[in-house]
């Protein structure tokens, strides 16, 4: 009888690429026209962003853009902003092509630093950190059964989670938008900011759907009133996609996020009597990263029981999503605000830089950058900036570990009680839970039929075990097979746990 070997197709996920790099940001902002001259400057803030990654076979391409926007004083005291936008494009080499991957890029910024050169011009210095990830998946073929020429195998069973495909989509919504119902009219948009709140996933073959909302905080300087101070605007956009995802089920583990990336609302004014409207233009991102469970068996070790026999074992190291974290909370935060800002305030926002677990703490932490605009007792705009952190308890069993942790904020309140201030955060916290271990699996197996093993005279053989010792090591040295070894002995499982004897069973080679 001829040797069959059956063999498996592991698919093992491994990082291709964990770069990140540093982009200069050097800016001579000129003010068009119709900005006012710079007096006073409050605030440059910079906010980048990527819009758009090619992988052409080893050579990554990502482009972004950083918003750079400048909050100053006017000659009149007034709160004004004007933005501009600064591209940038970052080119990396891997060192293999990968084979089915994904893509990760985010931006965040490192420093900025600006200096008035005149009323019109603002020179401004800064860094913008590129992250950039792939993985790829490697193909490895590995034994999963054989039989024949008296070969035995000893197998195990394992679970594993495989990257089975990905998807990330730009999109972008467009409509126009009236003013809230009581606010005066708009002179200009002063700032806008934006958080996306995934509401619904739903899975189908092939397919993911999304519903969620873009949350949009609008300031704006009121029309005809000379010194007053800017208003808010708030609203609600639903948001709606399907993401094509090659190999995803319905019972295929996903990680869905929206992403807000440029924000643009402009005034625009219709109609025969002037009617305001404002035309948004919102650019946004679908992510989803796929996996599937899999049960795998793998071969550790082989020989044979009537010739002699060499394996070529391959170690893998192989991951199990045990859970994916997934949780909206909504979180209290206080702070106090400084003392000269006693009069109203303005604008309250944030942005979210990196999440990380505390393994001391057994959180979740997610650090976060709140801004915020008020007025002293004289109605003069002034700018503060409070770096927070927003955190979720997160228990971690045995052997397991927290990994692509992020912490997304969906949107953001607050309630002013004299010079404390109240906020409110409504956040979603993401993480993949897993365990990683590592194996050895028979990926080739060779018996040469030329050079046969002596035969035992005897059909059983008393043999003395001690404690501890493996039934397979036992069955290889006298060329029989654990199971023969096991039934023969009445034994459940494969460590003998205290010194006995044992009947050695012969097996035939064909």
Known sequence: MALEVSK????????????????????????????????????????????????????????????????????????????????????????????????????????????????????????????????????????????????????????????????????????????????????????????????????????????????????????????????????????????????????????????????????????????????LSALMFARAVVYENQQLTLAEDCYSTGYACDSVVTNLTLSQVTALLDEHRQQHLSVELPPEATGDLIS????MGDAQYDEQAHELAGQMTLFLLACDGEGTPLYFERNMQLRMPVTLQQGEELSEAQAQLEGIGHNRNGNQLEIVCDVRFTAKRSISQNFSAVSEITVDETHPKPVRSAALTIFFARKGENVWDIARQYNTSMEAVMEENNLTEEWIDENRMLMIPMVETY
């Open 8 to 279: 498996q197709t592991v698919m093992v996920t491994q990082p291709i690429l964990d770069s990140f790099l540093e982009q200069g940001i050097e800016c001579d902002m000129v003010l068009p026209d119709y900005c006012p001259d710079v007096v006073k400057i409050l605030k440059c803030s910079v906010t980048p962003v990527i819009l758009s990654t090619q992988l052409s076979g080893d050579r990554l391409e990502a482009e972004g853009t950083a918003s750079v926007r400048l909050y100053y004083l006017s000659e009149d005291g007034q709160l004004s902003c004007y933005e501009q936008k600064y591209p940038f494009e970052k080119v990396v080499e891997l060192r293999e092509t990968p084979v089915r991957p994904v893509v990760e890029a985010q931006a965040t910024l490192s420093y900025v630093n600006c200096r008035a050169m005149s009323q019109r011009r603002v020179d401004i210095h800064g860094a913008v950190t590129v992250h950039l990830r792939v993985l790829g998946q490697r193909e490895q073929n590995v034994v999963s059964g054989a039989s024949g020429l008296g070969i035995c195998l000893k197998s195990q069973n394992v679970s594993a989670t495989r990257l089975s495909g990905s998807a990330y989509r730009p999109f972008t919504i467009r409509e126009e938008l009236e003013p809230v119902p009581g606010t005066p009219a708009v002179e200009s948009i002063l700032h806008v900011y934006g958080y996306a709140s995934l509401i619904e996933c739903k899975i189908i073959p092939g397919k993911i759907i999304l519903k969620g909302e873009l949350r949009l905080q609008i300031l704006y300087r009121p029309a005809g009133e000379e010194g007053a101070i800017p208003g808010q605007m708030q609203y609600q956009i639903p948001v709606s996609q399907i993401l094509d995802v090659d190999g995803v089920q319905e019972q295929s583990v996903c990680q869905v996020s929206l992403i807000p990336a440029d924000i643009i609302v402009t005034l625009k004014n219709e109609g025969s009597e002037g009617e305001e409207r404002l035309a």
């Open 348 to 351: 309250l926002w944030a942005q």
